[in-house]
């Protein structure tokens, strides 16, 4: 089943904060986040496994709440290259092989 | 650092023809998976190798089959083409960590006329 990612669209100026949401309604194992430009690949940003908050970037975090089965991403003090579309991908509980089942996505635009 | 590698990046075809979609995965990386992803949707799961065996299936329709090879490079065989099927194919790779975070290609766009 899809999880749901809202908002659907955020705009945002320079150095601005946002954060994202990806729910599930099924018990997760694993919630990957990508950063997708238009015509090109999904780029890894992080995973958070369950009972586990991991910080990648330097300015974007992440956490998971196994008991709401939802994810957050955190962007903080956006830059003009953190605009693109932002998918969540989650692997369910008792999948040993990662087959990742995306949201709709959230569209970021940052201005200057 | 070395990254998946697609063939061919574009690739027209005809309804009704034939087209094979090539990936190579990062080197030491043992699961490869393929996704599907139409204009302003989200990557659709197809299908997923694990040490040249398949190991997930999605939603991938019967005239499409995959197999992984043993120098671990994948390929997507399509017949029988339809206008539905253009689209961006990535393909991504894990290594056989808990984790199985994937790192996707830079995809092939194949446009069906």
């Known amino acids: 089943q899809q999880p749901v990612q809202s908002p659907q669209a955020v705009i945002l100026r320079e150095g601005e904060d946002a954060v994202i949401n990806c729910s599930s309604s099924?018990?997760?194992?694993?919630v990957h986040w990508y950063r997708q430009k238009h015509g090109e690949a999904p780029v890894f940003l992080m995973i958070?496994?369950?009972?586990?908050e991991q910080k990648g970037h330097d300015k974007i975090s992440a956490s998971f709440n196994e008991k709401k089965q939802q994810s957050s991403l955190y962007l903080t003090a956006s830059q003009l290259s953190y605009s693109g579309t932002y998918f969540c991908g989650t692997v369910p509980g008792g999948t040993s092989y990662g087959k990742l089942t995306f949201g709709q996505g959230t569209i970021l635009t940052v201005h200057p | 650092a070395a990254g998946v590698i697609q063939s061919p990046r574009h690739l027209i075809k005809e309804k009704r023809e034939t087209a094979t979609l090539k990936c190579y995965p990062i080197p030491r990386h043992d699961t490869v998976y393929w996704y599907q992803q139409g204009p302003g949707q989200d990557p659709q799961f197809l299908i997923s190798?694990?040490?040249?065996?398949?190991?997930d299936k999605g939603s991938i329709p019967d005239r499409f089959s995959a197999q992984q090879f043993s120098d671990y490079h994948s390929e997507l065989n399509m017949s029988s083409l339809e206008l539905g099927d253009s689209a961006l194919y990535f393909c991504?790779?894990?290594?056989?960590?808990?984790?199985?975070?994937?790192?996707f290609g830079p995809g092939t766009r194949l446009t069906v006329t």
């Open positions: 958070l496994l369950k009972g586990g």
């Open positions: 991504a790779s894990s290594p056989s960590t808990e984790t199985y975070e994937q790192y």
């Open positions: 099924k018990a997760l194992y694993s």
């Open positions: 190798f694990y040490e040249k065996m398949q190991s």
